[in-house]
């Protein structure tokens, strides 16, 4: 105000004024100059709402001439948009509170809308009657705009362009809300692009950028204008297909999608494919409250990447009682250790030539305190998704070191005990080889005793150097055993690459090779190759003594399955050792 008045000062007239102390006149002339060259637009309303008067803004922003007001009911600046609800509580509190603050929308003379930052005051009389209303406006649409682009930043993805997983779960909301009151049904698509990282990796974020970019790109070409994609979380897309009325549709979308993703992407440094899992829940179908459905979509979708990727899965109740099941095994496993509800058991491996024991591997059971015994194959997958699995398999390590020195001693100098090792493992904790070997150093003990079996999954970790941690391994003196052999990858040249010294047949290839002769075949051409390259072969899952002899004849060395013993404990394998009893003779 003080610069207003310094500038107000140079008015010649007004400086008299206020130099002769006349200040209510200068007062007046300094409030009608306010008034005339306000950015605000001001009107003066009478008792009865009616126009008496309009400052030059109120005509700039409404477009109305002033003449073309006065006299008017307010009335005519009321947006269609707005409920009479609104303007009654105006009034109303106007008259209980003399004034009103607040967001009101005016239509212009051309019929548009704007919103306004508005103030209306009354002014009373000297009897204490309301003469006239004072209404202050501000044109807010700019600030609108501003708003709006803060609000897009707050709910669309700045990469895609897509809605994010804020906004998509409010407008499911709504689609939720609608479907259920007209009868109709939604389907929520849960969409996660496998193995992204490996993109990010190999090409770099902009890389990974352009394969996102372009994704949300087919993805939003794939659905109509009714339906929402939305992009969730770095490399995890959603989508509400509304309106259905055929379930199959949702299916041949999913399928469309899949066929549309999978297609090349080219990345400016290079072409990559890539592939999508997909989890679907629908509504009503299967449920109808927002995180239900949410919740389902996100357990279809882990089903579909736990089927090995580039899957669709449609939720089933069995999936939220597997879900159900895993939160409370995720629970339990973190006092596990603690209380030492695991145990190793040990099976035998037995040699083929003479039918001795001076191997076992050693697998994990858990002693689950009210759901008995729980197998590996399904708490490992869990342990090593919440990284547990380290933990665990230091625990493991360090019960095997020094149970393989204890049976050295006593029953058999070279005896040797396999230990199972996660890829999670490697990726997650890729210096635990060398703590492995200094914990067996620590304790005396060799690691000539020690077997680590890894899976070819492991092999194709480009993150961690295997053959490094391999190598130290080997230079703790410790072996090396290829696992599930003929299951995975099985390209050769791995083979060729890394230091192994024990190929482990999958039990698939065992299992009736006395009746499928290309399963023989198969056993046969890895035994011989594993041999040309130096390795031992162990066959697993050997059941009958016809599986025995055939691979004994097809020269594998060693045999591991029921025919020779079941996992056991570690006091019943010690009394395996004790009855001296050679498995099974040949
Ligand atoms: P794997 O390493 O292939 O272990 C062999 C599995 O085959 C064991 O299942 C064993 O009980 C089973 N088996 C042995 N002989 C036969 C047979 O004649 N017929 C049939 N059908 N099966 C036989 P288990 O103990 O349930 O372990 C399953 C998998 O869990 C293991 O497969 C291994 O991948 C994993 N695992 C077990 N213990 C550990 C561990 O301590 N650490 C890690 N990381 N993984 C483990
Ligand atoms: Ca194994
Ligand atoms: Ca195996």
Same mark, same amino acid.
């Given at each position: ?58 005509? $700039? ?63 009373? #009389? ?48 709504? &689609? ?9 049904? *939604? ?10 990282? #490996? ?6 974020? &902009? ?27 770095? %490399? ?7 309106? +259905? ?18 297609? !090349? ?18 509504? !009503?179908? #299967? ?7 949410? @919740? ?12 090995? $990727? ?15 099941? @895993?939160?409370? *095994? ?21 040699? *083929? ?71 999670? &493992? ?8 060398? %703590? ?17 079996? +890894? ?47 024990? *190929? ?27 041999? $040309? ?37 570690? #006091? ?15």
């Amino acid at each position: 105000m003080n610069a207003l008045l310094k500038w107000l000062f140079k008015i010649p007239r007004l400086a008299r004024l206020l130099e002769t102390h006349q200040k209510n006149e200068a007062y007046l002339e300094l409030a009608f100059l306010a008034y005339q060259n306000s950015s605000e637009a001001i009107a003066v309303v009478s008792a009865q709402h009616t126009i008496v008067a309009v400052n030059p803004a109120f005509e $700039k922003i409404t477009g109305y001439a002033e003449s073309e007001l006065i006299g008017k009911q307010t009335q005519i600046l009321n947006s269609g948009h707005t409920s009479p609800a609104f303007y009654e509580l105006l009034w109303e509190e106007i008259s209980t509170t003399g004034s009103w603050r607040g967001e009101m929308r005016i239509k212009r003379k051309n019929g548009e809308d704007f919103p306004a930052w508005s103030a209306v005051t009354a002014v009373k #009389d000297e009897r204490g009657e309301v003469s006239l209303y004072i209404v202050q406006s501000m044109d807010f649409s700019e600030k609108k705009d501003a708003e709006n682009m803060l609000w897009r930043q707050a709910n669309y993805d700045s990469l895609t362009g897509l809605p994010n997983g804020r906004l998509c779960r409010e407008w499911f909301r709504h &689609e939720m809300l609608d479907c259920l009151y007209s009868g109709t049904r *939604l389907a929520l698509i849960g969409i996660d692009l496998d193995n992204f990282r #490996d993109v990010n990796d190999a090409h770099g974020y &902009e890389g990974g950028n352009v394969l996102l970019r372009e994704a949300a790109r087919r993805i939003s070409g794939c659905i109509r204008d009714i339906d929402i994609a939305a992009r969730e979380a770095a %490399d995890e897309f959603g989508i509400i297909l509304t309106e +259905i009325i055929d379930v199959h549709q949702v299916q041949t979308t999913a399928r469309q999608l899949q066929t549309l993703l999978s297609e !090349p992407y080219d990345l400016g440094s290079g072409i990559v494919h890539i592939t999508a899992s997909m989890g679907i829940t629908i509504c !009503p179908d #299967d449920g109808a409250d927002e995180e239900t459905l949410w @919740r389902n979509a996100e357990h279809a979708l882990y089903t579909a990447k736990e089927a090995g $990727k580039n899957q669709v899965r449609f939720f089933t109740p069995a999936m939220e009682a597997l879900a159900r099941r @895993r939160l409370f *095994l995720i629970n339990d496993m973190r006092k596990a250790i603690a209380l030492q509800q695991f145990e190793l058991v040990y099976q035998p491996i037995a040699e *083929l030539s003479s039918g001795e024991i001076h191997k076992a591997e050693s697998l994990l059971r858990w002693h689950h305190p009210t759901d008995g015994i729980i197998l590996p194959a399904e708490f490992i997958p869990i342990a090593e998704e919440t990284g547990m699995i380290i933990a665990l398999s230091n625990w493991s390590f360090e019960q095997v070191a020094v149970q393989v020195a204890d049976w050295q001693k006593r029953f058999y100098p070279e005896f040797q005990i396999s230990f199972n090792m996660s890829a999670m &493992e490697f990726l997650t904790d890729p210096e635990n080889s060398q %703590d492995r070997v200094a914990l067996m150093r620590e304790n005396g003990i060799h690691g000539r005793g020690i077997v680590v079996e +890894i899976t070819e999954s492991m092999l194709l970790q480009s993150e961690v150097n295997v053959n490094d941690r391999l190598q130290d391994f080997h230079q703790a003196g410790m072996e090396i055993a290829l696992d599930d052999f003929g299951t995975g990858y099985s390209s050769l040249s791995y083979l060729k690459t890394f230091d192994v010294d024990y *190929l482990k047949i999958d039990q698939s290839f065992v299992m009736d090779m006395e009746n499928d002769s290309r399963n023989m075949a198969l056993i046969e051409a890895i035994i011989v190759m594993g041999h $040309k390259l130096g390795m031992k072969i162990i066959a697993e899952g050997v059941s009958n003594e016809a599986q025995m002899k055939l691979l004994a004849e097809a020269g594998c060395d060693y045999g591991q399955g029921y025919l020779f013993s079941e996992p056991v404990s570690r #006091d019943q394998f010690e009394r395996l050792l004790q009855e001296k009893k050679p498995a099974k003779k040949m």
